[in-house]
Nanobody, 126 residues
Framework: QLQLVESGGGLVQPGGSLRLSCAAS????????IAWFRQAPGKEREGLSC????????DYLGSVKGRFTISRDSAKNTVYLQMNSLKPEDTAVYYC???????????????????WGQGTQVTVSS
């Protein structure tokens, strides 16, 4: 059974950077499409970025393109989300999700993923 654990969240000033980690156990993440989502209070969960199985392709939400970068480290069975130029509106709980039925592609819709981590809080504030 695949288990996902996010880490790396915290408090950062506007313009700062954070790197989130999504560490997997139980299965090899290379077989899975991975996506990062966030949910702010009172708002729907939104997809930010995803990477297809075996790192074949990536996709980004328009508002984070150029600021966020998704990547894999197969040796560590971990996927990262590097977040730069953070803004107060980036404040949310961030989740990673994985799905092994998305062969060669990834999607930014929450319904596309069956495996979720518990989330990590990111707060951007001065």
């Amino acid at each position: 059974q695949l288990q996902l654990v996010e880490s790396g969240g915290g408090l950062v000033q506007p313009g700062g950077s954070l790197r989130l980690s999504c560490a997997a156990s139980g299965r090899t993440l290379d077989y899975y499409a991975i996506a990062w989502f966030r949910q702010a209070p009172g708002k729907e969960r939104e997809g930010l970025s995803c990477i297809s199985s075996w790192g074949g392709g990536t996709d980004y939400l328009g508002s984070v393109k150029g600021r966020f970068t998704i990547s894999r480290d197969s040796a560590k069975n971990t996927v990262y989300l590097q977040m730069n130029s953070l803004k107060p509106e980036d404040t949310a709980v961030y989740y990673c999700a994985a799905e092994d039925s998305l062969v060669g592609l990834c999607v930014l819709a929450p319904r596309g993923y069956d495996n979720w981590g518990q989330g990590t809080q990111v707060t951007v504030s001065s």
